[in-house]
């Protein structure tokens, strides 16, 4: 168990306590800003979620700079940033902040390439993360965490970033998806 495969589980371990904050019916106050009000679980639950999504990069960069990759941490890496941001994603639509249909589609695009990667792994063939892939993740992070926070600080402005970055994160996820499974239909083929 080294550096970065610790790392890698404090993102795991930091998922169930944004959920508590988010989703646990315990009010520890709210606070007003102009004419937004928000609650303090609200906000940190955002801070813990930007935390937890703040190691992904880390956890492999730690990997690569000490040449400590594993087998362990290349699956237990994905697998990490899956379960954060569909346990926000199905927060958020518990919260009523974002439609189920959003979730559905993100949730199953992950569903889909993991099951890609499975097959190609079964096979002796590694899929690695993509560029556009990366891209998502990163989309993923800052849409979730401005619905968190309730737009802030662009609902001053009236700039709807929150639906911006929901779109954003439904398209580029879409496509990402798409580009794994079209550079990678030989996976599929020879199965």
């Not at 941490?73 to 954060?84: M, N, Q, R, S």
């Not at 993360?129 to 001053?156: C, D, H, Y």
């Amino acid at each position: 168990m080294n550096l970065a495969n610790r790392i890698t589980l404090a993102r795991i371990f930091l998922v169930p306590v944004v959920m508590f904050f988010l989703l646990v019916r315990y009010n520890i106050g709210t606070f007003t800003i102009g004419s937004l009000t928000m609650t303090f679980n609200e906000l940190i639950a955002a801070l813990v979620f930007i935390l937890a999504a703040s190691t992904d990069g880390l956890d492999g960069y730690i990997a690569r700079k000490r040449k400590i990759v594993t087998n362990f941490g290349k699956f237990l890496d994905p697998l990490a940033d899956k379960l954060l941001i569909s346990a926000a994603l199905i927060s958020l639509v518990e919260m009523q902040r974002l439609e189920a249909w959003i979730a559905i589609v993100i949730i199953s695009r992950e569903f889909a390439v993991t099951g890609l990667r499975s097959i190609a792994a079964a096979e002796g063939q590694v899929i690695a993360a993509s560029a556009l892939g990366k891209l998502k993740t990163w989309v993923q992070i800052v849409a979730i965490t401005v619905v968190m926070i309730r737009n802030f600080p662009f609902e001053f402005l009236g700039i709807p970033f929150d639906e911006v970055a929901t779109w954003a994160m439904v398209i580029i996820t879409i496509y990402s998806g798409y580009d794994y499974f079209a550079k990678n239909r030989n996976v599929i083929q020879y199965s």
